[in-house]
T-cell receptor, first 117, second 111 residues
Framework: NAGVTQTPKFQVLKTGQSMTLQCAQD?????MSWYRQDPGMGLRLIHYSVGAGITDQGEVPNGYNVSRSTTEDFPLRLLSAAPSQTSVYFC????????????????FGEGSRLTVL | GESVGLHLPTLSVQEGDNSIINCAYS??????FIWYKQESGKGPQFIID?????DKRQGQRVTVLLNKTVKHLSLQIAATQPGDSAVYFC??????????FGTGTRLTVIP
């Protein structure tokens, strides 16, 4: 299985440009999420989805949009990139993160490193 | 909001010794905790989890201890190997469908 696939792995943008980070999973997971990772701050949740057609905000949603038209895909859109969005972005999927019915293990992609100039 | 914290940002151990990585959490409502390992340039990988109705859980060479009285979580790695060198994160499930991560501890294994 490919697991969670993110593209692109690296991207450089100019301030004000828009772009979409792609995420796809082949494990039939209902739950998908986007995190950003900054030095010394761990991973912070941007947006998440508990199934197709359902999305919700995480801890740091401003400046990002998401949609979930299929179970497999969960793209993250930067509407107008800012230098503060320079970060490493991780997409993750899971059966559940509550651990109630199964392990709450999140399966992470390899990350997308974004630099905004 | 509540956040997960770590006592030590870095930890160095000799190969073959046991490692203990600590994590403090502040939300007493948290009922599920997970440890992740992140190697350089990769995404985090699941190590072990524990629910709040348990105080200990063991895996292969790893043990997680949960002390709800002092809101403390620890990850013990037995016979630490060079391949264990990584950043370790604890995460807690406070709200449904959200996992909150700590800032991480970097473990360096000295050969």
């Amino acid at each position: 299985n490919a697991g969670v696939t993110q593209t692109p792995k690296f991207q450089v943008l100019k301030t004000g440009q828009s772009m979409t980070l792609q995420c796809a999973q082949d494990m039939n997971h209902e739950y998908m999420s986007w995190y950003r990772q900054d030095p010394g701050m761990g991973l912070r949740l941007i947006h998440y989805s508990v199934g197709a057609g359902i999305t919700d905000q995480g801890e740091v949603p401003n400046g990002y949009n998401v949609s979930r038209s299929t179970t497999e895909d969960f793209p993250l859109r930067l509407l107008s990139a800012a230098p503060s969005q320079t970060s490493v972005y991780f997409c993750a999927s899971s059966y559940s993160v509550t651990g109630l019915d199964n392990t709450g293990e999140l399966f992470f992609g390899e990350g997308s490193r974004l630099t905004v100039l | 909001g509540e956040s997960v914290g770590l006592h030590l940002p870095t930890l160095s151990v000799q190969e073959g010794d046991n490692s203990i990585i600590n994590c403090a959490y502040s939300n007493s409502a948290s009922d599920y905790f997970i440890w992740y390992k992140q190697e350089s340039g990769k995404g985090p990988q699941f190590i072990i989890d524990i629910r709040s109705n348990m105080d200990k859980r063991q895996g292969q060479r790893v043990t997680v201890l949960l002390n709800k009285t002092v809101k403390h979580l620890s990850l013990q790695i037995a016979a630490t190997q060079p391949g264990d060198s990584a950043v370790y994160f604890c995460a807690e499930n406070i709200e449904a469908n959200n996992l909150f991560f700590g800032t991480g501890t970097r473990l360096t294994v000295i050969p």
